[in-house]
């Protein structure tokens, strides 16, 4: 475990950095059928929601927590540079296509549900196993 708030912060943007790539090069490289279009005010508040994620994720003293927020911050750069880059929208290259109905997705919003996933779970584990410091003041 990474007992330094510097040290899981770092690797938390570190992580964001390298997901968010792996993201735009899938956009920028794969064909996408879909796109969909997002308000600038939604990228304002991704923006937003990054800079809490790094500013108070680090503050819990666990490794998990720090990946997991790095992930979902991965995700939510991919799509605000998407937002950014993209006229068109925001490109899905990944598409369940049913007769009558299609699910376009792209690796930006896994990343968002797989961090947001590993987050609170090794959040609520921390809790559970340290109950006694809920209680501290921060």
Known sequence: MLRSVTLRRALLVSTAIVFAAIDLLHKAFTHAEFHHARAQFVGLVMAGVIAALVVLVPRIPSTAAALGAGIACGGALGT???????????????????????????????????????????????????????????
Request: proline share 3%; net charge positive; hydrophobic share 55%.
């Open 80 to 138: 605000l540079v998407s937002l950014l880059a993209w006229s068109q929208g925001v490109p899905d290259p990944l598409a369940l296509v049913g007769r009558t109905h299609a699910l376009a997705f792209n690796l930006a919003d896994l990343f968002a549900l797989t961090g947001d996933g590993l987050l609170v779970s090794a959040a609520v584990l921390y809790g559970l196993r340290h109950r006694e410091r809920l209680r501290e003041r921060i």
